[in-house]
Structures are given as structure tokens and as C-alpha cells.
């Protein structure tokens, strides 16, 4: 039996069928997504500004001419110079300063002594200990050589402690040795700059502005001669600070109307309170500090960077950019009411013959006065007093500093006080119902914000 041909059998095609639902889901979709890419383009990019606790300070740096109750001592014999005193350290009437060596010798008696490092006390382990916890603390990584140096002065602050050691042993021959001890108390150093002497009466404005001063450094010298500066000795605790301000900032301390200022020692952070002083030298002015202690501190500078603070508030910290002004209805306390479903403050606003209820959108209150967006009510409206027939006429207008609240993606305005300021930042109250909170997210540039705006 043939087999049916069946090259001429097509495949049926079914006609499509209208999905409305599939089309109506379409349209949907295409809608949202036109939405979401028109909303896409009128999006803001807002830079923010999160709101936190801080303070704020008129402060101004200067480098300061430091002076203090000096004595220089100069050798009263020649001979090989031998250091035994910590520079920067307090010594006490009769400490061993210096040797004086004559016959060339004790140098090589000293190195075999030396080799004994049991020789150190307990004394002198400590004092390397806090040498060493000072420098970490005050350690700047961009001035490297400081390393270096400090590296030299504890070598030297070692082998001297040994030397000493040596000396009051008796183990060593002391002939020809010439041994220096202080006949009055302070805090040594190795170096002179010819401002000793210079007191806060005797000072010239040429000596407050040289901060290149040329410091002669006598501890690197092996030879001394009679007559050389060996070391000089600070003697008082108290000490004075000068430098040079304008008219400006004379002014400034006059506002302070107080007696002294804070100020803050740039090497290692440390504060204090200081009185001061204002001279006149010859057209200049001048503002001299009392610094009744931690003469030790500094006494290796003759010049010091510190920074003045005038006046400090705490409180909400914000970008200057960010604060702006607006303009409120103000309208008295005792027009306000409570109505609506969920009885919110409000006014009752007369529309021609009947009187409404309107929600109060209120930014801010004073002893006398809401002060309400101008969108709440329109300008001319007449509010009626509670259980009264007076009437007030909205129109009047007052400007308060706010800034744009962007939190929820759109622009609030939430008003603050300003309590301080300077070019950068503003210090403002906290403790306003209707004002910024802290951890607030803020519009950076409060100028640039449309309220109707979406924020990025």
C-alpha cells in the first residue's frame, strides 16, 4: 500500500489573541518608568552637611618672643670641656655643672670607666624614660630631623650620667680637674642668643620680630677658654610672652572685657589661662603675656607658636553656607486654636460668611508671637480669636535664620539662633521645638534650595 505523501501538511498558526490585562500591566509599567526617569531629572544634587555637637573659636596663631629671668655663666678657666647636668633639666644649688680638664687626660680615664653601664642609677634610667615618652608625644613625622637630634641628646645625656657617676665615685684621678657646681638653682641650658637680660620693659619691636635669630649652641665645644659662656640658667618659673597685634585685634580683647586670655601652645596642644597687657612702643602696639609657670616646657625656644582664643561657644555646629533667612507671618499667641480630626494648632480663618479651621504650620514662637509659613494662610486672610469676635489681619512679616532640613529627600526648613560665628561656621541654639536637631542631614548651600525641589 502506497504511504500518504505529506509534504504538502502545514503547521496550523493559532491568531493572537488580545491580552487586555497583559496590555493594561504594560501601560502601567511604561508609566511608573516614564515617572521614575521625569523625577530622575529634576532631582537636585544637594551637597549635605550632617549636624553635629562642637564648639567654636576666634582663634589667631602667633609666634611669640618668649622671655624669661636669665643668667649666663662664663668659664673661669681654659681647658677640656666635660657636661654632666641634663639640658632643660632643674638643677639645685651645688649640682655638678661642668668639668674643666687641664692636663688632657681625663677624657681616656672616663671611657674606661665608661664601659661600666651598671655605672647608671635607677635615677638616670628614669629621666632617659621620660625624655623619651616626651619626644613620642610631641613627635611631628614632617620634621624628621628632630629625630636625629633627639637621637644625639640622649647619647650625650648618657654617657654624661656616667661620667658624672665617675667623678663622685672616687675611683678616677681628679688631678688637674677643675669641677664647676651651680651656686643658684634653675633650669640649665647649653646655648645663648644675647636676649638674656631682656626684660618685658626693654624689649624693642626689632627683637620681637626676628624669629631667625641665631642661637650659639656651647655644649658642642670640646675646648672652652676663660671668659666663654659655658651655660646660663633660668631662674624664675615666670615668665613673658610679646608679639605684635593691630588695631583689630586690640579691639577684640577690649570686647572680651576680661583681664586675660586662653591661649594654646601649638608644640604640644597644652592650654592655660593668661592675664596680659597692652604696650605702645612708638606707634606699635604690642600685647604682652604673664605666664606665671611651665617655664620648663619652652625653655629651649626663644620663640613660641601659640594660639590666642578669644571667645568659644558650644553648641550645634554648621556651615555658614547653609544658614539663610526667610520671611514668617507673625501672628499673636491668642489667635491660636485646636480643631481638625486630630486636634492640631491651628486658626480659624473667616471665608466670607462662614469661619475655617486651618492647620498652623509654625516654625518658630516667641513670648508674643507664632511665626508661620507664608503657604499655611494667604496674605489679607482674617483669623478670628477663640470664643471671641476680634479679628486679626494676617499681612505682617519677619525674617528668621534657618536652614533646609533634607532628611526626608525634600527641603524643611527648620529655623535656628545663631550664637556665634565665624568666616566658616556658625554655633547655633539646640533647643528650639521647631529647630535642626543633631545627626540632622542639612543642605550645604541653604541658598541654592527650591522648597518644592526632590533632593538627591
Known amino acids: 500500500m502506497a504511504r500518504p505523501d505529506n509534504d504538502n501538511i502545514r503547521q496550523y498558526k493559532k491568531p493572537l489573541k488580545f491580552n487586555v490585562g497583559i496590555f493594561i500591566f504594560g501601560m502601567v509599567f511604561l508609566y511608573f518608568l516614564a ?16 549636624v553635629n555637637a562642637g564648639s567654636l573659636s576666634d582663634n589667631t596663631v602667633y609666634t611669640a618672643l618668649a622671655l ?3 643668667q649666663v655663666f662664663t668659664a673661669g678657666d681654659s681647658g677640656d670641656l666635660q657636661l654632666y647636668a641634663k639640658e632643660g633639666s632643674k638643677v ?21 670607666f665608661s664601659s661600666d653601664q651598671s655605672a647608671l642609677t635607677e635615677k638616670d634610667f628614669e629621666g632617659i624614660r621620660n625624655s623619651i615618652s616626651t619626644f613620642k608625644k610631641a613627635y611631628d613625622p614632617a620634621d624628621f630631623t628632630r629625630v636625629r637630634d633627639f637621637k644625639m641628646t640622649i647619647e650625650s645625656d648618657i654617657l654624661d650620667s656616667m661620667n658624672l657617676v665617675a667623678i663622685n665615685s672616687g675611683k ?22 644675647g636676649y638674656e637680660g631682656v626684660t618685658a620693659d626693654t624689649f624693642t619691636g626689632e627683637m620681637v620680630n626676628n624669629h631667625k635669630l641665631k642661637k650659639n649652641i656651647t655644649r658642642l665645644s670640646n675646648e672652652i677658654k676663660s671668659g666663654d659662656i659655658v651655660y646660663k640658667l633660668i631662674t624664675d618659673e615666670h615668665w613673658n610672652l610679646i608679639m605684635e597685634i593691630d588695631d583689630s585685634f586690640e579691639q577684640k580683647l577690649l570686647d ?10 601649638l608644640d604640644d596642644s597644652q592650654f592655660a589661662w593668661v592675664s596680659y597687657e597692652i604696650v605702645n612702643k612708638e606707634g606699635t602696639k604690642y600685647l604682652v603675656l ?20 578669644l571667645s568659644s561657644a558650644y553648641g550645634l555646629k554648621v556651615p555658614k553656607s547653609s544658614v539663610v533667612n526667610k520671611y ?5 499667641k491668642e489667635y491660636i486654636t485646636q480643631g481638625g480630626p486630630k486636634g492640631n494648632d491651628g486658626f480659624m480663618v473667616e471665608k466670607g460668611s462662614s469661619v475655617d479651621f486651618v492647620d498652623a504650620d509654625i516654625v518658630m514662637s516667641d513670648d508674643k508671637y507664632y511665626y508661620v ?20 489681619t494676617v499681612e505682617a512679616v519677619s525674617p528668621l535664620d534657618g536652614v533646609y532640613n533634607i532628611n526626608k529627600g525634600y527641603p524643611v526648613f527648620e529655623t535656628v539662633t545663631v550664637l556665634d560665628q565665624n568666616s566658616e561656621y556658625a554655633i547655633v541654639s539646640s533647643n528650639s521645638r521647631y529647630g535642626v536637631e543633631k545627626f540632622d542631614y542639612i543642605a550645604l548651600d541653604g541658598n541654592s534650595i527650591k522648597e518644592d525641589d526632590i533632593i538627591h
Open 328 to 332: 514668617f507671618y507673625t501672628i499673636p
Open 373 to 392: 509659613n507664608q503657604k499655611s494662610i494667604e496674605s489679607g486672610s482674617k483669623i478670628r480669636k477663640p470664643n471671641s469676635s476680634d479679628t486679626f
Open 68 to 70: 624669661r629671668e636669665e
Open 35 to 50: 515617572f521614575g526617569f521625569f523625577r530622575f531629572l529634576r532631582r537636585d544634587n544637594v551637597s549635605s552637611y550632617v
Open 172 to 193: 678616677i684621678d681628679t688631678t688637674g680637674l677643675n669641677i664647676v657646681k651651680a651656686n643658684v638653682p634653675g633650669i640649665i641650658l647649653y646655648s645663648y642668643d
Open 92 to 112: 639645685s644649688y651645688g649640682d655638678t655643672i661642668y668639668t674643666l680638664d687641664k692636663t688632657g687626660n681625663l677624657k681616656s680615664r672616663l671611657e674606661n
Open 256 to 265: 572680651t572685657k576680661s583681664k586675660s586670655v586662653r591661649i594654646r601652645f
Open 290 to 309: 604673664s605666664i606665671p609657670n611651665s617655664a620648663i616646657r619652652y625653655a629651649d625656644q626663644r620663640f613660641v607658636k601659640i594660639e590666642i582664643q
